[in-house]
């Protein structure tokens, strides 16, 4: 399979066929690889064009963002790299009170890669925007050499109408806001690592990855005075508490013994010396509301499988920016703080 094929490539084979440079081409390879694979899979109006880009209209305030997916290894327990290029960006349109309906998806592909594990990961990605309600419009194809890359890496942008009446954002945290926590914590860091090192735990450890989308717009419709949103990806809750009590100007203080992590995941990090609260997740967030809406925003959210363990962790208060502590058990408390490194690599 080469540019050079005259009339037209031999069909593409996933079970010995693999990604070439050809395909990367812009010839007859990279249309066939397309016309095979990709725009099966997320086939809609926009696409069908075949046109440099995608014309949307989206009257209105709109939320824009984007990310890129680099994990290692591709597919772990309880998701993979198409599946969360998908929901990590519907959930960053989320945190800013936006419903998700548009996405790009930008694709370098390693030469050698099998197109057995391509068409894989493309059909969970469009599994995965069928379930979020959203369309891939538009998107891009490269490919590098043999060793420069770990098969795939993914970037997504994603635009959103905006619902929420109010800005949500740092900014509108008040002293006195209390803080929701959407589930257990450190599944998702976890479960990339064991299946990368080919760990062999008792138990198996899933990824958290999942569309958040449904439970935030829930509580915009209901009315619910959303202060805040922020998912717990790199980082995990520490980081998040810290970027928005600095730049909230306020401090936090949380309850260590009311934050749930489950009990493999907690002898997992105690093994390897990691702090859950640090550990990376893909399907969790959380929710700064005033203390009047608390009680209804929790019952709002435990009504969604993503989000039914939620509960309050803590709450604002007047003091230094970016201070966040965590009482104990036994009354004792600890400052948490962002790590200056990365404890799990390449886990999004």
Known sequence: MTDSCNNQCPPLNDDHDVVKMAHGGGGRAMAQLLDDIFRPAFDNPWLAQQHDGAVVEMP???????????????????SDIGTMAVHG????????????????????????????????VVDAMAAAAVEAGVQIVTGDLKVVERGKADGVYINTAGVGKVMAPKSVEPTRVQAGDRILLSGDLGRHGVAVMTAREKLDL???????????????LALLEEGIDVRCLRDLTRGGLASALVEVSESAG??????????????DVSAFCELLGLDPLHVANEGRFIAIVAEQDVARAADILRRYPVSEGTVEIGHFVEGAAGLVTASSMIGASRVIDRLSGEQLPRIC
Do not use: H, K, W
């Not at 209105?60 to 994990?71: H, N």
């Not at 203080?253 to 009990?263: A, H, S």
């Open 89 to 120: 960006t519907v959930n960053d349109l989320a945190m800013c009170g936006a419903r998700p309906q548009y996405l790009s998806a930008g694709f370098i592909l390693e030469e050698g890669l099998p197109l057995a594990t391509l068409r894989r």
């Open 250 to 263: 306020l401090a936090a203080e949380i309850r260590e013994v009311d934050i749930p992590v489950r009990e």
């Open 202 to 216: 008792e138990s198996a450890i899933e990824s958290d990855c999942a569309s958040v989308v449904q439970p935030v």
């Open 60 to 78: 209105g305030a709109m939320a824009f963002t984007t990310d890129s997916y680099v994990v290692r290894p591709l597919f772990f327990p309880g």
